[in-house]
């Protein structure tokens, strides 16, 4: 059984930066569709960004692309997302998420990305972000 931790979440203002962490237990990214999701109160769970399972492709939200970036360390089992200039509404609870998926996703080409693609799920971490 996979088990996902996820890191790093905080406060901060807006325009900071801000790197999220999801270590992996009991299985390895290297096999894996690695994703994370967002849920602000009162709202339903949101896509953010997928890496493919081989990790050569990616793919955004309309809200977050040009400023978040998903990326994978083999060697450390560990997934990250680089938050850039960040924005009031990315205050969420921010989950990683992990699957067998094997699409690939590439540029130009507009796909749904849904939450029962991915079997494995963090518990979460905190983003507030302050205007």
């Known amino acids: 059984q996979v088990q996902l931790v996820e890191s790093g979440g905080g406060s901060v203002q807006t325009g900071d930066s801000l790197r999220l962490s999801c270590a992996a237990s009991g299985g390895t990214f290297s096999n894996l569709a690695t994703g994370w999701f967002r849920q602000a109160p009162g709202k339903e769970r949101e896509f953010v960004t997928v890496l493919s399972w081989s990790g050569e492709t990616t793919y955004y939200g309309d809200s977050v692309a040009g400023r978040f970036t998903i990326s994978r360390d083999n060697a450390k089992n560990t997934v990250y997302l680089q938050m850039n200039s960040l924005k009031p509404e990315d205050t969420a609870v921010y989950y990683c998420?992990?699957?067998?998926?094997?699409?690939?996703?590439?540029?130009?080409?507009?796909?749904?990305?849904?939450?029962?693609?991915?079997?494995?799920w963090g518990q979460g971490t905190q983003v507030t972000v302050s205007s």
């Open positions: 998420a992990a699957g067998r998926s094997r699409r690939e996703y590439y540029s130009g080409t507009w796909y749904i990305v849904r939450s029962t693609d991915f079997e494995y």
